[in-house]
């Protein structure tokens, strides 16, 4: 897998181990982040911080994040302009929080 999925008390954290967030990265992905949503986990940190590079594969799984924590909060943990330039292309309605680090997110989640 090219992720691991840590459960927190009221989210959960998705972190990426790959650096590109491309078709074969994210089909594994997708997956998980539909399972955690049948958990009922509502809330959701993506750390995308290995990630320096993104295609449309992974702008839809972020899409699917962002659908499946529509009733919670995604917050996504990157600063790769890759990331950037393809969630600029999508205009998420609530805007999807961004951050430059773990501990940034994880505090953003306890907000």
Not at 5 to 16: G, N
Not at 34 to 48: E, F, P, T
Request: one cysteine or more.
């Amino acid at each position: 897998m090219n992720f691991t999925v840590e459960k927190k008390d009221t989210y959960s954290v998705v972190t990426m181990h790959t650096e590109r967030l491309d078709a074969h990265a994210t089909a594994e992905l997708r997956s998980e982040l539909v399972l955690l949503a049948g958990d009922s986990i509502k809330n959701m940190l993506l750390d995308l911080s290995c990630c320096n590079y993104c295609d449309m594969s992974g702008l839809s799984a972020i899409l699917i994040a962002h659908r499946l924590c529509k009733d919670g909060k995604l917050v996504l943990v990157s600063t790769s302009t890759s990331v950037g330039n393809m969630l600029s292309i999508q205009r998420f309605d609530p805007p999807v929080i961004t951050v430059a680090t773990l501990a940034e997110g994880e505090a953003e989640m306890l907000k």
